[in-house]
């Protein structure tokens, strides 16, 4: 059962990560276009600002991940990539579907270190779901991390803690401090 749970915990951070990259991947590829320029709309410094965005990836003609946000911003001194009112929607193989948003992403480019901020929500279509106020994905070292308090939702079970720690490499997850859980019953 915890190693069932954890699966799909992780397999939501991992669609998080190749999410975003697949994002910062594209708009890499687009910055070399020869594209007409927008005209200059104050972007708070932002490079390329982009509104009602949706994007989404196809792979051997099946929907593979879907992401909308309000708007992002490119900063190409900083290498950042800001996202607003963001959500992401991934489709698995298995026909189970992921969906993670948040109020603010933020991408580096040079590092692929990804973050969201605000309201953050991962949810399965199996019925679990996690909510925090941040999480962040470090890519060298493959971690996801929160300090933020944490709650985790499934059909029988409940867990409250403050701060998460994911090492995906080695596929361990850790609510770090003051872990509650709630068993709703059920066999297993």
Excluded at 4 to 18: P, R
Excluded at 65 to 82: M, P, V
Excluded at 136 to 143: A, D, I, M, W
Aim: proline residues 1%; hydrophobic residues 35%; positive net charge.
């Amino acid at each position: 059962m915890k190693k069932a749970k954890f699966a799909i915990f992780f397999s939501i951070l991992l669609v998080l990560g190749i999410v975003l990259t697949s994002l910062w991947l594209n708009i890499k590829k687009r910055d070399g276009s020869d594209e007409e320029k927008l005209p200059n709309i104050s972007t708070g410094g932002a490079e390329m600002r982009l509104e009602k965005i949706r994007l989404s990836e196809d792979k051997d003609g099946r929907k593979t991940w879907e992401l909308e946000a309000k708007s992002i911003n490119q900063y190409q001194e900083r290498n950042t990539i800001l996202l607003e009112e963001v959500r992401v929607t991934y489709y698995t193989r298995d026909g189970r579907v992921i969906l993670i948003s948040g109020d603010r992403g933020e991408v580096n480019q040079d590092s692929k270190d990804m973050g969201l901020m605000g309201n953050v929500i991962l949810s399965l279509s199996d019925g679990y779901s996690l909510k925090t106020n941040s999480i962040s994905y470090q890519h060298l070292s493959k971690k996801v991390i929160t300090h933020d308090l944490v709650e985790m939702e499934g059909k029988q079970i409940r867990m409250k803690g403050k701060g998460m720690w994911i090492d995906m490499e080695a596929k361990k997850f850790k609510i770090l401090d003051e872990v509650k859980t709630k068993w709703m019953g059920g066999k297993g």
